[in-house]
């Protein structure tokens, strides 16, 4: 199935639908915007056994995958409609006037309010969880934004379907028209005309950090400039202390080559650098790590462009001054596309080469040997923003090594003890994000609920007559919710 790009024409018309939804969507209860999130994951879940084929033709990715992807992007959500409704997200902080004091103080009620129309471009790698119908739509709509996707050209049709699931929930709800357009289009120039329309009053981005780069300087380059929530990627690093390495390590190298090639290492948080004190310890470490990657097959990736980056990067690693294969995939098959691959490297030459510092998306991962715990902790302080890192240490290693920990710390948004980075938790305590250039903004998350305050901002209210305000700050609190009163926190009315 084929599908035409948007004309200028389609954008402003789809832009100018969504900016006059938002005047009346903004104004939605918690409850209505929930009931809405909760019927497009019914929808979603109707579309049965067609959308799950449609994805494997179009992605590689198997059935069992897919079908725990959708159960995902099901269950965010429901999840997050649970928290829109709840209300804790709107932040919200009431300080009740004191007339008699000198000078008199206000009355000042603050919440969050939604920014407007949300653009959203679909990830290639989470063909639900990440694109149509995933984490940023789903926070968009509690924040009370219409949102426009651009369907990612690698699975069009299967956005096509979820789009579709959107529309008729929209429309069984009676949702204001424009509520929800879907995007198409293969090139940059459809991506940029919706970027820089003066509707668009945000972006949700998970890709590359070319693309997500691109499009948070064109927002920046705006007569109003606008948030950008771009997830670029990560190499997430894994720190391994020597410790934890001489007692462990068999069980730590069978977890860290499952969590290499998992799903063909084609995760934002695939561990794609090891970084250990070269001992003897660190060599047996390395050799089972060898002997389990040797006995996984390559597989297809996701689409022609990926195994195409993986297939040169990998090779331009790998043909780095000092750089070592240690093993690659000797499964017989005629499959070459996602080959598993280990290699490694001393620190020196690590630190003075920048190309071993950048991402290989796929099942490839380079051990980085470092001298001693010294040399481990500049590693730690010449690597950029991360996603997450990892660390495989001891009780008696982390006591030891307070230096290399806090510097570890500095890189990510989410630090790991013993532990895998694969699998992110849908939670309201989990952090999907990090330093640049991981992401754009490393305050927030596109992971749990807390996502939702990417796309609103606060208004404080001040000396309003308690009926012209919103339900959220009135002195009876109609909503029941959470709010910070006189620097308490209750659910207790005004009075």
Same mark, same amino acid.
């Given at each position: 199935?084929?599908?035409?790009?948007?004309?200028?024409?389609?954008?402003?018309?789809?832009?100018?639908?969504?900016?006059?939804?938002?005047?009346?969507?903004?104004?939605?209860?918690?409850?209505?915007?929930?009931?809405?999130?909760?019927?497009?994951?019914?929808?979603?879940?109707?579309?049965?056994?067609?959308?799950?084929?449609?994805?494997?033709?179009?992605?590689?990715?198997?059935?069992?995958?897919?079908?725990?992807?959708?159960?995902?992007?099901?269950?965010?959500?429901?999840?997050?409609?649970?928290?829109?409704?709840?209300?804790?997200?709107?932040?919200?902080?009431?300080?009740?006037?004191? &007339?008699?004091?000198?000078?008199?103080?206000?009355?000042?009620?603050?919440?969050?309010?939604?920014?407007?129309? @949300?653009?959203?471009?679909?990830?290639?790698?989470?063909?639900?969880?990440?694109?149509?119908?995933?984490?940023?739509?789903?926070?968009?709509?509690?924040?009370?934004?219409? #949102?426009? @996707?651009?369907?990612?050209?690698?699975?069009?049709?299967?956005?096509?379907?979820?789009?579709?699931?959107?529309?008729?929930?929209?429309?069984?709800?009676?949702?204001?028209?424009?509520?929800?357009?879907?995007?198409?289009?293969?090139?940059?120039? @459809?991506?940029?005309?919706?970027?820089?329309?003066?509707?668009?009053?945000?972006?949700?981005?998970?890709?590359?950090?070319?693309?997500?780069?691109?499009?948070?300087?064109?927002?920046?380059?705006?007569?109003? &400039?606008?948030?950008?929530?771009?997830?670029?990627?990560?190499?997430?690093?894994?720190?391994?202390?020597?410790?934890?390495?001489?007692?462990?390590?068999?069980?730590?190298?069978?977890?860290?080559?499952?969590?290499?090639?998992?799903?063909?290492?084609?995760?934002?948080?695939?561990?794609?650098?090891?970084?250990?004190?070269?001992?003897?310890?660190?060599?047996?470490?390395?050799?089972?790590?060898?002997?389990?990657?040797?006995?996984?097959?390559?597989?297809?990736?996701?689409?022609?462009?990926?195994?195409?980056?993986?297939?040169?990067?990998?090779?331009?690693?790998?043909?780095?001054?000092?750089?070592?294969?240690?093993?690659?995939?000797?499964?017989?098959?005629?499959?070459?596309?996602?080959?598993?691959?280990?290699?490694?490297?001393?620190?020196?030459?690590?630190?003075?080469?920048?190309?071993?510092?950048?991402?290989?998306?796929?099942?490839?991962?380079?051990?980085?040997?470092?001298?001693?715990?010294?040399?481990?902790?500049?590693?730690?302080?010449?690597?950029?923003?991360?996603?997450?890192?990892?660390?495989?240490?001891?009780?008696?290693?982390?006591?030891?090594?307070?230096?290399?920990?806090?510097?570890?710390?500095?890189?990510?948004?989410?630090?790991?003890?013993?532990?895998?980075?694969?699998? #992110?938790?849908?939670?309201?305590?989990?952090?999907?994000?990090?330093?640049?250039?991981?992401?754009?903004?490393?305050?927030?998350?596109?992971?749990?609920?807390?996502?939702?305050?990417?796309?609103?901002?606060?208004?404080?209210?001040?000396?309003?007559?308690?009926?012209?305000?919103?339900?959220?700050?009135?002195?009876?609190? &109609?909503?029941?919710?959470?709010?910070?009163?006189?620097?308490?926190?209750?659910?207790?009315?005004?009075?």
């Amino acid at each position: 199935m084929g599908f035409t790009d948007a004309t200028q024409v389609q954008l402003d018309e789809a832009m100018n639908k969504a900016w006059n939804a938002f005047s009346t969507y903004r104004k939605y209860s918690l409850k209505q915007r929930a009931a809405f999130m909760r019927a497009i994951a019914i929808e979603v879940e109707a579309l049965g056994d067609v959308l799950i084929t449609t994805a494997m033709a179009e992605t590689h990715l198997p059935e069992a995958r897919l079908k725990g992807e959708r159960a995902r992007t099901i269950f965010q959500l429901n999840s997050y409609a649970d928290a829109c409704e709840k209300g804790d997200w709107l932040e919200v902080r009431i300080d009740t006037a004191i &007339p008699d004091k000198t000078p008199p103080k206000p009355d000042l009620r603050k919440m969050l309010v939604a920014l407007g129309p @949300v653009v959203v471009f679909g990830a290639s790698n989470f063909p639900f969880a990440y694109s149509t119908a995933g984490g940023d739509t789903a926070t968009a709509f509690a924040a009370g934004c219409p #949102v426009i @996707v651009k369907a990612h050209p690698a699975h069009a049709a299967t956005s096509e379907l979820v789009a579709q699931a959107i529309l008729k929930a929209a429309l069984k709800l009676n949702m204001p028209e424009g509520i929800f357009s879907h995007i198409h289009g293969s090139g940059f120039e @459809v991506g940029k005309a919706l970027v820089l329309h003066p509707y668009t009053k945000a972006v949700g981005f998970t890709g590359s950090y070319v693309g997500g780069k691109a499009l948070f300087d064109l927002a920046n380059q705006r007569r109003e &400039p606008i948030p950008v929530f771009s997830e670029m990627g990560s190499i997430n690093p894994v720190f391994l202390l020597s410790g934890k390495i001489k007692a462990d390590a068999t069980n730590v190298a069978k977890m860290y080559a499952a969590s290499i090639t998992l799903s063909v290492g084609q995760f934002c948080t695939n561990p794609g650098l090891l970084i250990g004190i070269d001992n003897s310890d660190l060599k047996n470490f390395i050799q089972i790590l060898a002997t389990e990657i040797k006995q996984i097959a390559p597989a297809p990736m996701l689409h022609a462009g990926i195994a195409k980056a993986y297939t040169e990067k990998r090779l331009a690693a790998l043909s780095q001054k000092n750089v070592t294969l240690v093993a690659e995939s000797a499964v017989e098959t005629d499959q070459k596309e996602g080959m598993p691959t280990i290699a490694t490297v001393d620190a020196d030459t690590f630190l003075q080469n920048i190309l071993l510092h950048q991402e290989v998306f796929g099942p490839y991962s380079l051990i980085v040997r470092c001298k001693d715990e010294m040399q481990m902790t500049e590693v730690a302080k010449h690597l950029e923003g991360q996603l997450t890192s990892s660390l495989l240490a001891t009780k008696e290693d982390i006591s030891n090594n307070p230096l290399l920990i806090d510097a570890i710390e500095q890189l990510c948004g989410r630090f790991i003890l013993n532990g895998v980075p694969t699998g #992110v938790e849908v939670c309201l305590s989990m952090h999907h994000g990090g330093p640049f250039p991981a992401t754009t903004d490393s305050r927030y998350t596109s992971v749990g609920a807390d996502g939702i305050k990417r796309f609103a901002r606060p208004v404080a209210f001040q000396n309003w007559a308690d009926e012209f305000l919103p339900d959220e700050l009135k002195n009876s609190n &109609p909503l029941k919710i959470w709010r910070t009163v006189n620097n308490e926190l209750t659910k207790e009315p005004i009075l």
